[in-house]
């Protein structure tokens, strides 16, 4: 498996199926999950300012809701409904889409996926490279070998099967997928480092194809994690081509985004133009001090890619620090063959040596300012517990050990990579990316669930969406509200093909968000991530409340949204 091992899975329980304005199919419960009574609608938000996902002004109207979609927009105050949320003050919006959630495997272990509820998030579309399905059994037997507490045993194979999985349990939101490019290259080749024969090439496409059947909405790379790092430019391009046929797009985490940015642009810019699909970067970012204020430039080159005729776009968290896998410290060589593999080479005196001087030398340890820049925030071994939380040096001087000595030996805790939390990136930076109107946003974290609430956090896994409003509209006024929410909606949906939701308009799905614009703020930091969003006191999946005046309503009436590729 590589570094980002599944977490997996997704929504409701199913019967129907139904074109929805030939983009997305979806599967879905036809009664209404609130109480039918003789009214003109379900339920009415009344008094709120609407802000409807298009950029458009606000303007204060009532929103009437009937089964699942939304009715009318406008003065109702003459309708009965069967439930009504005053909402005067607050701001009525479509419901956030996070472009990168990374909660396929929270939504298993706990439905509700609190975390991200109260952010406003309605729909999560997820997939990050690697993808809960399609796998072999080998595959299976890793996520079950190191499932956490409250996972399922991993009995699917195909994402169809994953789908199926999630709906059978139920989900508080609705999820999306993209297919990723590391289970064929896992499949077909394993974690080593060659190219496929043709053969092996025409396999790996024909597991793209099936998942494209299945419903994955696009292609997606994560290009610095091993096994995704041994695949050539050629091989995605491939791939690529293939999602293609079925209106996808390519989405991917690019080879740096760092000191050799330029090249992964370039490759990616190359994928999307041969492959002939749309491009969205995942977390546009530039990392390193010394690369401190080039995300001017990043921007020309999309820009100027943009001008030709290219179809590219991206996502943004709004941090300066990353999250990922504490094995991203390792050489490639190093992790090729799986995590077990690497663990066997610590144990190889001479291959530790090596592979401690590769992390000390390696241009990432040291733009992000060595050990004094890693926050290590989750490790698999509860005996080392004591140390989530802490900077290398720090663990470092508690284990009376080189810090990169102490790294070491945290991989050695446990079967999975220990988490960290890497600070590379500058404010400037994250507001210029933030602000270009071709941004949408992507967590690219999933809800913090079960076990994993008493270990360390990202605080965008609680904060990303409410930051926006609050820090950066509010207080920052680096844009408009209506700004902020149309990237958080219609922006967000036309990437992914979502055209059913991601708007306040009559015919669409009602996924609805209320909160408070004065109120609105993430709390979650770097040193107590576990701490809610507030300020969102409303939040409406498919017309069912699962946030009711701030209460977590336990109603799970999330649903799968299939891609256009999707065949029963």
Same mark, same amino acid.
């Given at each position: 498996m590589t570094s980002r091992t599944l977490y997996c899975l997704l929504p409701v329980a199913c019967c129907l199926v139904f074109s929805c304005h030939n983009d997305v199919v979806q599967t879905t419960t036809t009664p209404s999950e609130q109480k039918r009574v003789d009214t003109d609608f379900d339920l009415i938000i009344a008094g709120g300012h609407v802000i409807d996902g298009t950029g458009a002004p606000r303007v204060r109207a009532d929103v009437g809701i009937k089964g699942d979609a939304i009715a009318a927009i406008g003065d109702l105050s003459k309708a009965r409904a069967a439930q009504t949320i005053e909402a005067r003050g607050s701001v009525v919006a479509p419901g956030f889409i996070d472009v990168l959630?990374?909660?396929?495997?929270?939504?298993?272990?706990?439905?509700?996926?609190?975390?991200?509820?109260?952010?406003? &998030?309605?729909?999560?579309?997820?997939? $990050?490279?690697?993808?809960?399905?399609?796998?072999? =059994?080998?595959?299976? @037997? %890793? *996520?079950?070998?190191?499932?956490?507490?409250?996972?399922?045993?991993?009995?699917?194979?195909?994402?169809?099967?994953?789908?199926?999985?999630?709906?059978?349990?139920?989900?508080?939101?609705?999820?999306?997928?993209? &297919?990723?490019?590391?289970?064929?290259? $896992?499949?077909?080749?394993?974690?080593?480092?060659? =190219?496929?024969?043709? @053969? %092996? *090439?025409?396999?790996?496409?024909?597991?793209?194809?099936?998942?494209?059947?299945?419903?994955?909405?696009?292609?997606?790379?994560?290009?610095?994690?091993?096994?995704?790092?041994?695949?050539?430019t050629e091989e995605i391009i491939e791939l690529a081509k293939v999602v293609g046929k079925y209106g996808g797009g390519y989405f991917t985490h690019m080879r740096s985004e760092s000191d050799d940015i330029d090249s992964a642009m370039s490759e990616a810019f190359r994928i999307a133009r041969e492959a002939g699909v749309p491009l969205n970067i995942y977390h546009l970012k530039i990392g390193g001090k010394h690369n401190w204020g080039k995300m001017k430039g990043i921007v020309a080159r999309i820009e100027a890619e943009q001008k030709k005729g290219l179809d590219v776009k991206a996502s943004v968290y709004p941090y300066i620090a990353t999250a990922t896998g504490l094995s991203a410290l390792a050489p490639n060589w190093a992790l090729e063959g799986g995590y077990d593999a690497f663990l066997a080479r610590l144990r190889d005196p001479a291959q530790r040596m090596k592979i401690s001087d590769e992390i000390r030398s390696s241009s990432f340890y040291k733009r992000i300012n060595g050990a004094d820049g890693i926050l290590v925030r989750r490790v698999p071994n509860p005996k080392f517990v004591q140390y989530e939380g802490k900077r290398l040096r720090a663990i470092g001087e508690m284990m009376n050990e080189d810090p990169i000595e102490a790294a070491l030996k945290l991989f050695e805790a446990g079967p999975s990579s220990p988490t960290a939390i890497y600070f590379s990136m500058n404010e400037e930076d994250v507001m210029t990316a933030l602000k270009q109107p071709w941004v949408s946003i992507g967590a690219d974290s999933g809800a913090v669930v079960g076990e994993a609430r008493k270990a360390g956090a990202h605080p965008r896994a609680y904060g990303t969406f409410p930051r926006i409003l609050g820090h950066y509209v509010r207080d920052e006024k680096l844009f408009s509200l209506e700004e902020a929410v149309r990237k958080m909606t219609t922006e967000a949906a036309s990437r992914v093909h979502i055209s059913d939701r991601g708007a306040l308009k009559v015919g669409m799905k009602a996924d609805v968000v209320v909160f408070d614009p004065a109120t609105i703020k993430d709390l979650s930091t770097y040193e107590n991530p576990h701490q809610m969003s507030v300020g969102i006191s409303d939040v409406v999946v498919n017309g069912v409340l699962i946030l009711r005046k701030n209460e977590i309503t336990g109603k799970l009436p999330g649903r799968i949204l299939r891609g256009k590729g999707y065949q029963p």
């Open positions: 959630g990374q909660s396929e495997g929270a939504v298993l272990i706990d439905p509700r996926l609190e975390g991200k509820v109260r952010q406003g &998030v309605t729909t999560e579309v997820t997939g $990050e490279g690697h993808s809960p399905g399609p796998i072999n =059994d080998a595959m299976a @037997a %890793e *996520m079950n070998r190191t499932r956490p507490a409250g996972f399922p045993e991993v009995t699917w194979r195909s994402l169809a099967e994953y789908m199926k999985t999630v709906e059978s349990r139920g989900s508080a939101i609705n999820f999306a997928f993209y &297919v990723g490019a590391t289970n064929p290259r $896992e499949i077909v080749l394993g974690s080593v480092n060659r =190219d496929p024969s043709p @053969a %092996e *090439m025409e396999s790996m496409k024909k597991l793209v194809d099936q998942a494209m059947l299945d419903g994955a909405v696009g292609l997606s790379t994560a290009l610095i994690y091993v096994p995704a790092v041994f695949a050539k």
